[in-house]
């Protein structure tokens, strides 16, 4: 009998941290039959020779929002050019439960997160699940090309307990029917649970009523991963997640951390030592956010529980006097932390193209944000507001310690955000689909060895969302495999990115195979929907 694939020549990093070597695999099932220096047997169905190429496990990216674009297209084409087979969902405390999928698809309009529009086409277009295990259903009928694994949301829970963003404790009756609709989910094949204490509604409940919830979380084995109170500052959040972690006794993941808090990084290495499981994940580099003016009006309109009664309509009456608009200024956040720092793109009119709102408002003697606000309300312009830009702090930073990048405990997460759908220009992050290759690029420039950069994406997620069959090339294991071109493994950088081509994707990944299936071949995507959903240790969905 002939196996299904033989890598031959391969220069092994096999996710363990241990030192590369050369040798040959051989899959067959769907799993890792063969590690040997040399296979005696040589027959196999395919063989690929991997000459003065990396082979490494797939990546596992334990942070992205793409419960709902898999319902639309599952080739995830920007993760597998990266070398990602994995990604974890429901992040920052939305998820695709409780209830049906309606109720799922209300929470994410009202969050911004989808367009009204959206919204509809993904009710149209979808079938309707009422429960985890039928989402899992659909996925698995749809076809994905990588491995889904996913986290209740806290948020979404909350709000469809206690019937909106309420600014107060549950009730008795409404704290067990969270708790009760987490056992569920669990019990469904759930990861864990995510919150997401930055925004309504997860930011009113008090530490107490999160140490509950992670409690049923530990109960069955899950995760507890947080976007953590970032308005308290890093440090304190952090500790509030710890703290957390030690009574409920849960494992922790501390989500998108910036390396802007080094002091945040060392307290979850004290941590770790001192006996809590926890772990953290970052975005490696930022272009901030590049978010389209009907996108942005959206926005505004969830700004206050008024406007939003108002619509989109109501947002444009308030743009147009003095009242309306001293009430959407009252809360910049999404503009920014300074307006006038947006810088405008894909505009209509070219006078206006890559300036910042600051330098357009000076030369007509305004302030940025009436400036903004002007432009806002004007209907014949049309343009993309880039929150951030290119020189937003990028991991591990210049001016960091370099224990940041030497802390064990830190993975990549790419917090991939699900946009519209066919509608890629609505609202972007430039670099995120490069997130992985840029992960790289840093902790090599920073003197972290290869071996400890494979571990960091490969078996410290794996082993912390106990995704027990996964983050390593050992025998036995589901045979998840990249086979990279490594001098040319890459992302644009700040220089070389294109901010009218939200699309980009990275190069030099030649190969990959999940769960045995040639999935990407020469850098090309095929569709083998070999992925999974994926449970805890090692179980299916
Ligand atoms: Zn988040």
Redesign the pocket.
């Known amino acids: 009998m002939s196996y299904d694939l033989i890598i031959k020549n391969a220069n092994i990093v096999d996710g363990s941290g241990e030192p590369a070597f050369k040798g040959e695999i051989a899959v067959e099932d769907g799993k890792i039959k063969k590690i040997a220096h040399k296979l005696l047997k040589k027959d196999a169905t395919r063989i690929i020779d991997a000459e003065g190429q990396l082979v490494t496990p797939g990546f596992i990216d334990p ?1 992205v929002h793409e419960e709902l674009v898999v319902l639309n297209n599952g080739l995830f084409e920007d993760f597998l050019s990266q070398g990602v087979t994995t990604i974890i969902n429901g ?2 405390g939305h998820s695709v439960t409780p209830y049906d999928a309606r109720n799922i698809y209300q929470y994410m309009y009202q969050n911004g997160l989808i367009s009204s529009s959206a919204k509809e086409v993904y009710a149209k277009k979808h079938p309707a699940w009422n429960s985890l295990a039928e989402y899992f259903e659909i996925v698995k009928t749809k076809g994905t090309n990588i491995n889904f694994g996913i986290l209740l949301g806290h948020g979404t829970l909350r709000w469809s307990v206690m019937g909106g963003s309420k600014a107060r404790k549950p009730t008795n009756e409404e704290s067990e029917e969270i708790k009760s609709l987490i056992a569920e989910g669990m019990k469904q094949g759930a990861l864990g649970i995510s919150t ?1 204490l ?1 925004y309504i509604p997860s930011r009113y409940a008090k530490t107490e009523e999160l140490v509950e919830a992670a409690a049923v979380v530990a109960k069955y084995d899950g995760v507890y991963s947080s ?1 953590i109170r970032y308005y308290l500052g890093e440090l304190e959040a952090v500790q509030e997640a710890i703290e957390i972690g030690k009574k409920a006794g849960v494992r922790v993941q501390v ?2 951390l910036t390396p802007t808090a080094p002091e945040a990084f060392a307290e979850i290495l004290k941590a770790s030592k001192a006996g809590v499981e926890i772990a953290v994940d970052t975005i490696p580099k930022s272009s901030g956010h590049c978010t389209r003016k009907d996108r942005m009006l959206q926005f505004i309109m969830a700004l206050s529980s008024e406007l939003f009664e108002k619509g989109i309509e109501g947002v444009k009456e308030a743009l147009q006097d003095e009242e309306g608009r001293e009430k959407i200024l009252e809360n910049t956040t999404i503009f920014g932390e300074n307006p006038g720092s947006i810088i405008l793109i894909n505009t209509n009119d070219p006078k206006l193209e890559l300036k910042t709102v600051a330098e357009l408002a000076k030369k007509v003697g305004k302030e940025p944000a009436d400036f903004l606000l002007d432009l806002l309300a004007d209907d014949e312009q049309d343009f993309t507001c880039w929150l951030g830009g290119l020189n937003r702090e990028d991991f591990p930073g210049k001016e960091y310690p370099d224990q940041v990048a030497f802390n064990p405990l830190v993975m990549v997460g790419s ?1 991939r955000i699900f946009g519209e759908p066919d509608d890629p220009y609505s609202w972007y992050e430039l670099f995120r689909r490069g997130a992985f290759p840029l992960f790289f690029k840093m902790m090599s420039d920073k003197g972290v060895k290869l071996e400890e950069i494979v571990r960091r994406v490969s078996s410290l997620p794996a082993t912390h969302f106990k995704l027990s069959d996964r983050g390593l090339l050992k025998e036995g294991m589901a045979a998840d495999i990249n086979i990279i071109d490594y001098n040319n493994y890459h992302y644009p950088n700040n220089n070389q990115i294109d901010y009218s081509k939200p699309l980009t994707n990275a190069e030099g990944v030649r190969y990959v195979i999940v769960n045995g299936k040639l999935t990407l071949e020469n850098g090309v995507v095929k569709t083998a929907y070999a992925g999974k959903c994926l449970g805890l240790n090692g179980k299916y969905n």
């Open positions: 942070h992040n920052c997401g930055s976007h989500s998108h917090d």
